[in-house]
């Protein structure tokens, strides 16, 4: 772990208390996140801090919204993001594609590079098992194979979720 990733979890935390819902989250898309860039590439300097940071502003959507909207999380976390991005002195050359990457994670298609869908799987890996775990097999299946494309995301998924 580098410096700056402990001052992002540490940032997280501090920024969601006691909520170990949303810090478990965020830790398990980290480590999903790492495993398939471990395989796929990408770069780790934009996918950690997204990792991170994806859903940092859910609480500014249960507080302004009264819902936890994929739509409305791209809204408010890359606000939130930013701040903790600058406080933290997070190096300029790296915030814009974090900021878009945050922006639209729940949104295939929007971004296309090989961070965006190493953030984008590692977040379905984790919703699959917190959201989606009493849907069916065949809903799973379309699930996958409508937002996986990396070798190592869909070896992780089925392992998980197919065997």
């Known amino acids: 772990m580098d410096n700056y990733e402990f001052l992002l979890i540490t940032e997280l935390e ?3 208390g006691n909520d170990l819902k949303r810090i478990n989250h ?18 780790s300097h934009i996918i950690v801090p997204s990792a ?6 859910i609480k500014e959507c249960e507080r302004k919204y009264n819902s936890v909207a994929g739509e409305l999380q791209e809204k408010e976390s890359p606000l939130v993001a930013l701040e903790i991005l600058r406080k933290i002195a997070y190096p300029d050359s790296y915030i814009s594609e974090i900021i878009e990457i945050i922006s639209h994670h729940h949104s295939i298609g929007m971004v ?6 190493v953030l984008f799987e590692a977040d379905w890996l984790v919703n699959l098992g917190e959201d989606y775990k009493d849907v069916n097999r065949i809903q799973k299946e379309t699930m996958i194979n409508n937002n996986f494309q990396t070798k190592a995301g869909m070896h992780l998924v089925k392992i998980l979720y197919l065997e």
């Open 14 to 16: 501090n920024y969601f």
């Open 26 to 43: 965020a830790m398990k898309v980290l480590n999903f996140a790492k495993a398939i860039m471990q395989k796929e590439g990408g770069d």
């Open 52 to 57: 991170i940071l994806h859903d940092i502003g």
């Open 112 to 117: 296309k590079t090989l961070n965006f869908q």
